[in-house]
């Protein structure tokens, strides 16, 4: 049974950074393409970090410079850096797993940025 599990959410006042991290299990990790999504309250879920299985990190226009998504395969984990957060990053950050035939969602963690 595929689970993904968010962790690292939580209060940080604007400009501070946090690092979210989403534990996979029972999937071979690195044959699977990772996102981090986010949705804010009243608005769709939108796409904000994807990395592709051997491909290049791509972010959303309102995220580059701050967020880097990585993985560490080793752990069977991504990670979403976030840096210089505004309190428009505010949201619920979701984590995917997807391959051309299976797609896998987090439950969400989330991410409050607030003074």
């Known amino acids: 049974q595929v689970q993904l599990v968010e962790s690292g959410g939580g209060l940080v006042q604007p400009g501070g950074s946090l690092r979210l991290s989403c534990a996979a299990s029972g999937m071979i990790f690195s044959m699977y393409s990772m996102g981090w999504y986010r949705q804010a309250p009243g608005k769709q879920r939108v796409l904000i970090a994807l990395?592709?299985?051997?491909?290049?990190?791509d972010y959303a226009d309102f995220v580059k410079g701050r967020f880097t998504i990585s993985v560490d395969n080793a752990k069977n984990t991504v990670y979403l850096q976030m840096n210089s957060l505004k309190p428009e990053d505010t949201a619920v950050y979701y984590c995917n797993a997807f391959s051309e035939q299976e797609d896998y969602w987090g439950q969400g963690t989330q991410v409050t940025v607030s003074s």
């Open positions: 990395l592709t299985s051997g491909g290049n990190p």
